[in-house]
């Protein structure tokens, strides 16, 4: 990772369209065997282009958080390939799957997951940290502060989560998953926590990483939203349902 690349808040040239960031073939992830087995996603084929915003859309047990950790390298798969920036993710090991997934992958959770004895600043900070980057001390606080100012939250640097709404708390969790400017972000249930404004809130931002040449691919149950994705993909019983493609927004 080019570390001068963390100061950067201009936004980046749009990716070539159709260009695959991910491309996944019969993916399957099971747990158990035999009658106590249980199935998160089989046999799914899909691909997601550079710089597009996908919804995965589908009813609570459908895959579509399984798929979403599968892709983002937080969990393998038990047979299928997986292809993320190039690289087949699939066959790589625990700890590889980490340090791949420190420099290419943002992440973004329904409860936030922000360390609570850190202040907005650290806990974007930490993210830098956990890429490999070997940033020093004065890079990673000035590129924290520069993804809060993106978020809207320049002045909450030095505020512990405690002190900030729900919406502002996903707010620096969306600073922390941009922060590395990875290639791909993926936000499970981003606004599942929030009211409808600060829902729309963090959508916007969001959208605006998609415009901005990160592939974004975002896990909801809210079907307005996941009308204004590029590309919505339908889960159920594990499968792929269907995919609609909107195109360009």
């Known amino acids: 990772m080019d570390t001068t690349a963390l100061l950067s808040t201009a936004p980046t040239a749009p990716p070539a369209a159709g260009t695959a960031l991910i491309e996944a073939h019969d993916l399957t992830r099971i747990w158990g065997k035999g009658d106590a087995a249980q199935i998160g996603v089989s046999g799914v084929d899909l691909r997601?282009?550079?710089?597009?915003?996908?919804?995965v859309i589908g009813p609570s047990?459908?895959?579509?958080?399984?798929?979403?950790?599968?892709i983002a390298g937080i969990d393998r798969p038990t047979s299928g390939s997986l292809v993320v920036d190039g690289t087949r993710i699939?066959?790589?090991k625990v700890d590889q799957l980490a340090g791949w997934r420190g420099q290419h992958v943002g992440i973004v959770f329904?409860?936030?997951h922000l360390l609570p004895t850190l202040t907005a600043a650290e806990n974007v900070e930490l993210a830098i940290e956990l890429s490999g980057s070997g940033a020093g001390r004065r890079l990673r606080r000035s590129a924290a502060r520069a993804a809060l100012d993106r978020v809207g939250l320049g002045g909450y640097a030095r505020k512990l989560p405690a002190q900030m709404?729900?919406?502002e708390q996903q707010r620096v969790g969306i600073a922390r998953a941009m922060v590395t400017q990875p290639s791909l972000v993926v936000a499970d249930e981003p606004t599942g926590a929030l009211d409808q404004a600060n829902g729309h809130a963090v959508f916007e931002i969001l959208t605006g990483l998609a415009q901005t040449g990160s592939t974004v691919v975002f896990i909801t149950h809210d079907l307005a939203l996941?009308?204004?994705?590029?590309?919505t993909v339908?889960?159920?019983?594990g499968g792929v349902?269907?995919?609609?493609v909107r195109g360009g927004r």
């Open 234 to 237: 339908s889960m159920i019983d």
């Open 48 to 55: 997601i282009d550079r710089g597009e915003l996908v919804a």
């Open 110 to 112: 329904q409860d936030f």
């Open 165 to 167: 709404s729900g919406g």
């Open 90 to 92: 699939d066959r790589m």
């Open 226 to 231: 996941a009308d204004a994705a590029d590309r």
């Open 241 to 244: 349902a269907s995919v609609t």
């Open 61 to 70: 047990g459908s895959g579509k958080s399984t798929l979403g950790a599968l």
